[in-house]
């Protein structure tokens, strides 16, 4: 059973940085594809970015140049470094995985991925 634990979440002043980190078990295969979405109160889900077992990373335009998605594969645990952040950053994220099934346009949709976490929530107070 693949199960994925998000953590990290916290209140934070703008300006400021989080981590937030997804730790995946029970994938029966190595290529996987592991991404992160927020979800702000009132707002349609949103993909926020995504890496790819090789290591290729994407990133929205809204977060490009702050946010950095990684991973450690040796403890199956994926981290999203939030710096600068802004009220507007302000949601639950979620982090989300499946295999590699289809191309990189496909990473972005919420509807790619099987397996979700819980959520974290991020506040940022201006």
């Known amino acids: 059973e693949v199960q994925l634990q998000a953590s990290g979440g916290g209140l934070v002043q703008a300006g400021g940085s989080l981590r937030l980190s997804c730790a995946a078990s029970?994938?029966?295969?190595?290529?996987?594809?592991i991404g992160w979405f927020r979800q702000a109160p009132g707002k349609q889900r949103e993909w926020v970015s995504c890496?790819?077992?090789?290591?290729?990373?994407y990133y929205a335009d809204s977060v490009k140049g702050r946010f950095t998605i990684s991973s450690d594969n040796t403890k199956s645990t994926v981290y999203l470094q939030m710096n600068s952040l802004d009220p507007e950053d302000t949601a639950v994220y979620y982090c989300?995985?499946?295999?590699?099934?289809?191309?990189?346009?496909?990473?972005?949709?919420?509807?790619?991925?099987?397996?979700w976490g819980q959520g974290t929530l991020v506040t940022v107070s201006s």
């Open positions: 890496i790819s077992s090789d290591g290729d990373t």
């Open positions: 029970g994938f029966t295969s190595d290529d996987t594809v």
């Open positions: 989300a995985a499946d295999h590699r099934r289809l191309g990189k346009f496909f990473w972005r949709v919420a509807s790619y991925y099987n397996y």
